[in-house]
């Protein structure tokens, strides 16, 4: 006598099912990580400082959740750099205060890796382009070179 399955469901149907149940739940879990692109241009405050406004760089971000990572490389300074940072402006294009600082190599070029961990407002002013790297350097101690984190 051939047993009987009792359950109700084919054993591909239980499969299929399974399968199914499995791309849902990697798909809570699987996010692609957002990037965005910073070029590194100099920027004088004011006309004084412009001679000694130079160089240039750039840098790219991968935001994952909350965490911004960001790695780049800049050249061209007329002094050594001496600090860096994440800077939020009112919008885009308008200098604002810094947010975070990270570490540059303490020269005239160099390359540079910072993780950032944004709040809910910083993440906002990032999407809406308003967050930007900023490296001073002894000769330009208002900040040297500038470069909005763009998609």
Same mark, same amino acid.
């Given at each position: 006598m051939a047993a009987e399955h009792s359950s109700g469901s084919s054993p591909r149907a239980l499969l299929c099912a399974a399968a199914a149940a499995v791309a849902v739940l990697a798909?809570?879990?699987?996010?692609?990580?957002?990037?965005?692109? *910073?070029?590194?241009?100099? &920027?004088?405050?004011?006309?004084?400082?412009?001679a000694k406004t130079k160089g240039s760089g750039s840098a790219s971000a991968s935001l994952d959740g909350s965490k911004l990572t960001v790695s780049?490389?800049?050249?061209? +300074?007329?002094?050594?750099?001496? &600090?860096?940072? +994440?800077?939020?402006?009112? &919008? +885009?294009? &308008?200098?604002?205060?810094? *947010?975070?600082?990270?570490?540059v190599p303490q020269s005239a070029s160099g390359s540079f890796n910072a993780e950032f961990k944004l709040t809910p407002a910083q993440l906002d002013s990032l999407h809406q382009g308003r967050l930007y790297l900023q490296i001073h350097s002894a000769a330009a101690p208002d900040g040297n070179l500038w470069g909005w984190l763009l998609p």
């Open positions: 798909s809570f879990g699987a996010h692609a990580a957002e990037t965005f692109k *910073v070029r590194l241009t100099p &920027v004088p405050i004011e006309a004084s400082t412009a780049g490389a800049f050249t061209g +300074l007329q002094g050594a750099a001496t &600090v860096a940072g +994440l800077h939020e402006g009112p &919008v +885009l294009g &308008v200098r604002g205060p810094p *947010v975070a600082e990270f570490t």
